[in-house]
């Protein structure tokens, strides 16, 4: 019988983290509490508690769960980029990570050397990676800027280059974050379908997302961590749907992730719904989106884009600037746009909005399970109301005899 490609046994990760109980002090006040000891301490805290788990050649496993569930780092560790306090892994193919971007690139060296540096690293010899020197180069789509120092990249160069370099120089075992939301949409899709194509070959991946349908098509089975531990490894629809009853944070914009963003959004309404406690509408009636974003400075070729998913997180439409060519130029401070829709065929249920503002490259800012809204019953459609099992869109229609 063959032995699991990972082993995962007891894995813990302490930090030491400081409280200051102190309030604001003026410059004055910080040298003398200096001299006279300051009112602090500290405590442990553990992103990941006593997690265990086996991965088997060939499998493609989702990770999901809130933001600080302890997803970055346990794939920090799966990674060797951290050590974990306690526990031991075991691995049993080489292992190429894909986690922030540039992570094991040199900004002074050029994309080319990267390219050979990654391989290097990977344990791969010169000729081999020579073989393979072309198909990244022309997946990542830096041919152009191949003789152009790093630091002198996009981000999104930078990702492209690096999802190219971890998917084509043949690792046993591939570690994606969520990093991929840095790219744009197209290429999102090509890194989907070439992780799609590795996981058919045999290789094994290991795959953090908050894309929860992509997750659903790429992954058999799926870990929810929660709180550094983990609370289901089933799966894939099975652990999404614990996923999404129990973390769900309906009706609120998790503003505190966004205060160091340079742009972000910060509201999202409906006009005709302002009067309203929660989001709602009414099936196949006109409806005013609006979005507050918030930008540094002024800031030119701004799009904005808004997904409506069900509650698989299936999208089930998406409205955006980049569908008209439109693009907005953002003063410094609150920016609102409107987005007017003549109707929308939604039966009665709860759905989900993903906000997106970025520049069609990049996304400065996304939302994803934080907005809830109401589609409310009404008299637009049919007294009897389909349930769940007959899909979310109707399509108004009648019924006669020839």
């Known amino acids: 019988m063959m032995k699991p490609i990972l082993e995962i046994k007891n894995i813990s990760k302490r930090f030491r983290i400081q409280h200051n109980l102190q309030p604001y002090l003026s410059l004055r006040d910080s040298v003398t509490s200096f001299f006279k000891g300051s009112k602090s301490f500290s405590e442990d805290f553990y992103a990941l508690k006593d997690v265990s788990f086996n991965v088997e050649a060939g499998q493609s496993i989702g990770i999901i769960g809130k933001n600080g569930a302890g997803k970055s780092t346990l794939l920090k560790i799966l990674s060797k980029i951290t050590p974990p306090t306690t526990g031991s892994i075991i691995s049993r193919g080489r292992i190429a990570s894909l986690l922030e971007v540039g ?9 080319r050397e990267n390219i050979f540096l990654n ?4 344990g791969m010899k010169r000729k081999e990676i020579q073989s393979k020197f072309d198909e990244i180069v022309d997946f990542s789509g830096t041919e152009k800027f191949l003789d152009t120092p790093l630091k002198h990249y996009s981000s999104g160069m930078q990702l492209r280059l690096a999802f190219s370099v971890a998917a084509f120089l043949d690792p046993e075992i591939l570690i994606i974050d969520e990093v991929l939301a840095v790219g744009d949409l197209d290429f999102q899709k090509k890194c989907l379908g070439k992780m799609e194509d590795a996981g058919k070959t045999g290789k094994t991946i290991l795959f953090v997302s908050h894309n929860l349908a992509a997750v659903q098509n790429l992954c058999s089975k799926t870990i929810l961590i929660h709180q550094g531990s983990i609370q289901q490894f089933d799966d894939t629809g099975k652990v999404i749907s614990t996923y999404i009853t129990q973390h769900r944070m309906v009706n609120k914009i998790d503003l505190s992730r966004r205060k160091n ?72 401070g609150i920016n609102t746009v409107i987005c007017k829709v003549d109707s929308l065929p939604l039966k009665p249920d709860t759905y989900y909005v993903q906000v997106y503002v970025g520049n069609g490259f990049e996304a400065y800012d996304v939302s994803y399970d934080e907005i809830s809204m109401e589609v409310l019953p009404a008299d637009f459609y049919y007294k009897s109301v389909p349930d769940y099992s007959q899909g979310s869109v109707i399509v108004k229609h009648e019924w006669r005899e020839k």
């Not at 992570?103 to 994309?111: A, D, K, M, N, Y």
């Not at 391989?119 to 990977?122: E, H, N, Q, V, Y």
């Open 119 to 122: 391989g290097s690293i990977l």
């Open 103 to 111: 992570t094991g690139f040199h900004p002074e060296l050029t994309g």
């Open 261 to 332: 963003k340079k742009i972000h959004f910060t509201d999202f309404r409906i006009q005709e719904d302002v009067n309203s406690n929660g989001i709602h509408t009414y099936p196949e009636k006109e409806c005013t989106f609006l979005i507050d974003i918030y930008s540094e400075s002024e800031t030119d070729n701004v799009q904005v884009g808004i997904g409506i998913n069900d509650r698989n997180n299936i999208r089930l439409i998406s409205l955006s600037t980049g569908f008209l060519a439109t693009k907005y130029k953002l003063k410094k």
